[in-house]
């Protein structure tokens, strides 16, 4: 009986599902909105055009709604919630650092996108280093 609940414990415990594929899948998916949206907001910096301004700001805003649908999923699905922030500005820069080798690259006639711009490479800063700018 006692192994029983032992391994009730261990099945219900918010580290059994953490490694589920779901779990993963939505956390990656909360992950890749907030880096578009940093992306995004790169993209749009040194832009004086207020209907391209507009548009990034409708581009972040439709990512934090994909976060929202995500985070209701995992808690559908009862796995772990983010204990952190969820800040596009947590990869803000590493994507001013892609935006600006893209245009640097642009300039000399390249077609490819630049190895800073690979955004699964990503890591972002800590919380307390991602201040929203």
Request: charged share 25%; net charge neutral.
């Amino acid at each position: 009986m006692r192994n029983i609940a032992i391994a009730a414990c261990l099945l219900l415990s918010p580290t059994a599902f953490a490694a589920s594929p779901t779990c993963d899948a939505f956390n990656k998916a909360i992950e890749a909105s907030l880096k578009d949206a940093a992306q995004s907001w790169a993209e749009s910096i040194g832009d004086n055009s207020a209907p391209r301004a507009q548009l990034a700001q409708a581009k972040v805003a439709n990512e934090y709604t994909e976060v929202q649908i995500n985070l209701k999923l995992l808690i559908e699905n009862k796995c772990p919630v983010p204990t952190k922030p969820l800040r596009w500005a947590t990869y803000a820069v590493e994507a001013l650092q892609c935006s600006n080798d893209r245009l640097s690259a642009r300039l000399k006639g390249a077609t490819d996108d630049p190895p800073s711009c690979k955004i699964e490479n990503w890591k972002g800063q800590s919380d307390q280093e991602a201040k929203a700018p």
